[in-house]
């Protein structure tokens, strides 16, 4: 069974850091891309990044780049996302979620619970 | 950027067919992939490539995309049923959220 469980989440003032982290169990974690997506307090889902199997590749939401940072350490299984100069529009539940994939065509197939991240004075 | 356009809302009453759509530019030439969200609760794949079912969801889902228009049914909704509901996509290399629709089962 696949399990992923998020951590690091709190309070963090404007402009501060956060590193969140999510870890994998129960399939092979070097072998699937994984993604954060994120849910701001009665809001909709917000995809904000993405990293490949091997971590040689990632993306991000324009809203993110330049300021996160996803990696992963896959002889851990976990999954992370470095978070700088966070703005109160930052505060949301993050998810990790597992990139299932055929070819090209790619989807979410598991979430984690989620971590809160509160960006406020 | 990619855009997915989901109605706020859609009532259906128990037993009856739901159907939920998701309008983007030519989104049938993409997958679109369907979750779940109850109150309170992770999101929930119910539909990827389109229409296939992930083990474990009922039969009463299904999807279907042509066009400019994917589309979730729920056949025979249950109470169980009524959830957030978001269609998604893949732009490139970054992925798309609609909206969302909440689905009230009355």
């Known amino acids: 069974e696949v399990q992923l469980l998020e951590s690091g989440g709190g309070l963090v003032q404007p402009g501060g850091s956060l590193r969140l982290s999510c870890a994998a169990s129960g399939f092979t974690f070097s072998s699937y891309a994984m993604s954060w997506v994120r849910q701001a307090p009665g809001k909709g889902l917000e995809w904000v990044s993405v990293i490949s199997g091997s971590g040689g590749s990632t993306n991000y939401a324009d809203s993110v780049k330049g300021r996160f940072t996803i990696s992963r350490d896959n002889s851990k299984n976990t999954l992370f996302l470095q978070m700088n100069s966070l703005r109160a529009e930052d505060t949301a539940v993050y998810y990790c979620?597992?990139?299932?994939?055929?070819?090209?065509?790619?989807?979410?197939?598991?979430w984690g619970q989620g971590t809160l991240v509160t960006v406020s004075s | 950027s990619y855009e997915l356009t989901q109605p706020p809302s859609v009532s259906v009453s128990p037993g009856q067919t739901a159907s939920i759509t998701c309008s983007g530019d030519k989104l049938g030439n993409r997958y679109a992939s369907w979750y779940q969200q109850r109150p309170g609760q992770s999101p929930v794949l119910v539909i990827s490539?389109?229409?296939k079912r992930p083990s474990g969801i009922p039969e009463r889902f299904s999807g279907s995309n042509s066009g400019n228009t994917a589309t979730l049914t729920i056949s025979g909704t249950q109470a169980m049923d009524e959830a957030d509901y978001y269609c998604q996509a893949w732009d490139s290399s970054t992925a798309v959220f609609g909206g969302g629709t909440k689905l009230t089962v009355l």
């Open positions: 979620a597992k990139v299932g994939a055929a070819g090209t065509n790619k989807w979410l197939d598991s």
């Open positions: 490539q389109d229409t």
